[in-house]
C-alpha cells in the first residue's frame, strides 16, 4: 500500500530532478553542435581563402547541417557555386539569406552578380541597388562595380560612368574599376578620358605594373580565344590604347 502524500513529494522531486539533467544534457548538446558548426564554418572560410573550393563546399555544407540558419555560411555556398557555375544554386542560397535578413547586402551583391553571370543584365540592377540602399554596407565598392557592368551592358553608359567612378571613389585599388570606366568613357565619346583612366588600371594592376606593352598582348591573345562580350570589350581596349 502506497502512504499518501510521500509518493507525491518524492515523485515530485524525482521528475524534478530529472527535467534540470534534461534540460542541462540539451544546453550541452546544443552548445556542442554550435562549437563544431563554428569551427567547419572557419574551415570553410579558410580553405576558400586558399582557393580550394571543394574543401571549403564540403566544410560549408557540415556547417549547414548543424545551423542551417548559419546566414555567412549560406553565402559561402552561394559563392561556391558561383565559382562552380551552378547560378540557379547560387541564386537560392542568396535568396534563403535576403529571406532570413532583407538588410543582407552581401547577398544582395552576389544576387546581382549571379545575374550578371547568366547575362541577365536588367534583373542584376535591383538587388544591386538594394546591396547600396544600406548605409551600413562595408564593402559597397564592390556592388557599384558590379552595376557598373549591368549597366554599360545594357547600353546605359552614362549610368556605368557614373558607377565606375563611385566604385573608384570607394576601392581605388581595383583595377577592373578603370578598365569598366574607360570602356564607358569609350563609348560616351570622351576617348582622352578612356585611355588616361586605362593607363592609370594598367598601373594599379599587379598583373601588368604599367606594362603597358603586356596589357597589348594580352589584349590580342583574348581576342583569339574570347567570345560575344569579352571578345568586344579586348577590341575596345586596342582602339583606346592608340588614343
Excluded at 89 to 113: H, N, W
Excluded at 214 to 226: C, V, Y
Aim: charged share 25%; hydrophobic share 40%.
Amino acid at each position: 500500500m502506497l502512504i499518501p502524500g510521500f509518493f507525491s513529494r518524492s515523485a515530485c522531486q524525482l521528475v524534478s530532478l530529472l527535467v534540470l539533467v534534461s534540460l542541462f544534457s540539451g544546453c550541452a548538446t546544443v552548445q556542442d553542435e554550435q562549437k563544431e558548426a563554428d569551427f567547419h564554418y572557419k574551415m570553410g572560410v579558410a580553405s576558400l581563402s586558399e582557393g580550394n573550393l571543394q574543401a571549403a563546399f564540403v566544410e560549408l555544407q557540415k556547417t549547414l547541417q548543424l545551423n542551417p540558419g548559419n546566414k555567412d555560411a549560406l553565402v559561402s555556398l552561394g559563392y561556391v557555386y558561383l565559382q562552380f557555375e551552378e547560378f540557379e544554386k547560387a541564386k537560392e542560397l542568396f535568396l534563403r539569406v535576403i529571406s532570413l535578413d532583407p538588410r543582407f547586402s552581401e547577398a544582395y551583391t552576389y544576387l546581382g552578380v549571379v545575374y550578371i553571370k547568366m547575362h541577365r543584365w536588367k534583373e542584376a540592377i535591383e538587388p544591386l541597388n538594394k546591396a547600396l540602399s544600406n548605409v551600413l554596407y562595408q564593402t559597397p565598392g564592390r556592388a557599384f562595380y558590379y552595376l557598373g557592368i549591368a549597366w554599360y551592358r545594357l547600353g546605359q553608359f552614362d549610368s556605368a560612368v557614373d558607377a565606375f567612378r563611385d566604385t573608384i571613389k570607394r576601392s581605388p585599388s581595383l583595377a577592373e574599376a578603370y578598365y569598366g570606366l574607360s570602356l564607358a568613357y569609350n563609348k560616351t565619346g570622351r576617348y582622352g578620358d578612356a585611355a588616361a583612366v586605362l593607363e592609370q588600371g594598367i598601373e594599379i594592376d599587379p598583373s601588368f605594373n604599367g606594362d603597358k606593352r603586356k596589357f597589348i598582348i594580352e589584349m590580342e591573345q583574348r581576342l583569339k580565344t574570347a567570345k560575344e562580350e569579352d571578345a568586344a570589350d579586348a577590341q575596345d581596349y586596342l582602339e583606346i590604347m592608340k588614343y
